[in-house]
C-alpha cells in the first residue's frame, strides 16, 4: 500500500556541498537556503559541525546556520560527529543535530576514525547532551547496502548498529546507501526484514544516485509504506575522490514522481527548480537532475 504523503528531508546543503572541491561563498549558501526555505520543504539539513581540516567546505558552517533567514515551518539539522561538533552547533542554534556512523568497519573508520565499538560511546554522550539542549536527534547508518571496501555488509549487523542508535533514544533513522548499490529487490527484503524491529515511522532512507537506482528504490521503499526520503536538490553531490560517485536521488526529481503518483510532499515544484537553478550557478558540474534539465530548456 502507498503512502498517501511523503515527507521529503533536503540534504544538498550538507551533503551536496560537502563534496564540491572549490570553496562557494557563504553568501551563496545562505542564499540558496533561503531559497529552498520558501519551496514547502519541511526540513533542510544546512551543514555539519565536521572538523574543517576534513570538509573545507562546509567550515563556515556557524555562520551559515547563524545568518539564513529561518522559516518557523522549517526543521533546521546539521551532521554532528562529537561533542566538540555539538557544541558549535548548540552555538549556532540548529534544532535537530544528526549523528553518523557506518554500518562497516573499514568505512566507520575512514569516515569518522574510529571503530564501531568505540564510536558508540562518543555518540551516546551527544545524544544525552543534544536532548537536554532540547534538540531532537537524527541517527544516519551508513554503507546499509554495500561498503566501498568491504562489499557487502551483513544484514544483522546493520540491524544491531540501528538498534545501538535507538537505544541511545534517537527519534528517527536514516539507512545511507552511501555509494548507491542498492537494486529495488535488495531494498524490499531488507526492508521487509527491518520492519520487524522498528516502525517505518522512524525510518528514512537515503539513497545516493550513483548508479541510478535511486528512484527505482524509492518506489521499493513506498510499496512498503516508507514514507521519509531525503534528497539533494539537482542531485547536487559526489565524492571529488571517487571517480564517477555522485551525489543523493534529485529532490526534484524525487517530487515530480512522488507528485506524479498523486502523493502529497508539500513542495511546490516550481519553487524547488528554481532554488536549483540558483545553486547549479555556483558549482562546477552541470547537476544531473532530469526535472532542473528540462526546465532549464523552458
Ligand atoms: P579525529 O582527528 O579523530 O578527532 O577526527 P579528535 O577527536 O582526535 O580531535 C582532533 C582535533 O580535532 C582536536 O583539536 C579537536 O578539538 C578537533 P586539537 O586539540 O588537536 O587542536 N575536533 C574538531 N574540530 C571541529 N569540529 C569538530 C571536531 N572534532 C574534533 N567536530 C572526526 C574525528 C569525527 C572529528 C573527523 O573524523 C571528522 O570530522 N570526520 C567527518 C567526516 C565527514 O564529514 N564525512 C562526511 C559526512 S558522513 C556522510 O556523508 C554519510 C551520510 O550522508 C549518510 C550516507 O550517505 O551514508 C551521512
Ligand atoms: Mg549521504
Known amino acids: 500500500e502507498l503512502p498517501l504523503d511523503v515527507t521529503i528531508k533536503e540534504v544538498g546543503p550538507r551533503d551536496g556541498l560537502q563534496n564540491e572541491s572549490d570553496q562557494i561563498p557563504t553568501e551563496n549558501k545562505i542564499e540558496w537556503i533561503n531559497q529552498l526555505s520558501k519551496t514547502g520543504l519541511p526540513y533542510i539539513e544546512i551543514t555539519s559541525f565536521v572538523h574543517p581540516k576534513w570538509i573545507p567546505q562546509l567550515k563556515d558552517a556557524v555562520e551559515v546556520s547563524k545568518q539564513i533567514e529561518r522559516n518557523p515551518d522549517v526543521t533546521y539539522a546539521a551532521l554532528v560527529p562529537n561533542m566538540k561538533g555539538l557544541e558549535r552547533a548548540i552555538e549556532a542554534d540548529v534544532d535537530e543535530v544528526s549523528i553518523f556512523m557506518s554500518a562497516s568497519e573499514t568505512h566507520n573508520k575512514k569516515n569518522i576514525n574510529k571503530s564501531i565499538d568505540e564510536t558508540y560511546p562518543v555518540l551516546q554522550e551527544v545524544v544525552e547532551a543534544a536532548r537536554k539542549e532540547g534538540k531532537s536527534v537524527r541517527g544516519y547508518v551508513s554503507t546499509v547496502f554495500g561498503c566501498p571496501y568491504e562489499g557487502a555488509v551483513d544484514e544483522n549487523q546493520v540491524i544491531s548498529v540501528c538498534q545501538n542508535l535507538f537505544d541511545m533514544g534517537i527519534d ?44 527505482a528504490n524509492t518506489v521499493a521503499a ?43 510532499t508539500g513542495i511546490d515544484q516550481s519553487e524547488l527548480l528554481k532554488a536549483t537553478s540558483y545553486i547549479q550557478d555556483y558549482v562546477e558540474n552541470q547537476l544531473p537532475s532530469k526535472q532542473m534539465n528540462i526546465f532549464k530548456k523552458q
Do not use: W
Not at 185 to 211: G, N, P, S, W
Not at 243 to 253: E, F, L, P, Q, Y
Open 222 to 264: 513506498l510499496q512498503l509504506g516508507y514514507h521519509i526520503f531525503d534528497g539533494s536538490a539537482g542531485g547536487l553531490g559526489g565524492c571529488p575522490y571517487a571517480k564517477g560517485a555522485t551525489g543523493n536521488v534529485s529532490t526534484d526529481d524525487l517530487n515530480y514522481m512522488l507528485q506524479e503518483m498523486n502523493i502529497k
Open 172 to 215: 528517527e533513522l536514516s539507512l545511507g546507501d552511501t555509494i548507491g548499490v542498492a537494486n529495488p529487490l535488495q531494498v524490499d527484503a531488507f526492508l521487509k526484514k527491518l520492519e520487524r524491529y522498528f516502525m517505518k515511522d522512524h525510518i528514512a532512507l537515503h539513497f545516493h544516485d550513483t548508479r541510478g537506482m535511486a528512484l
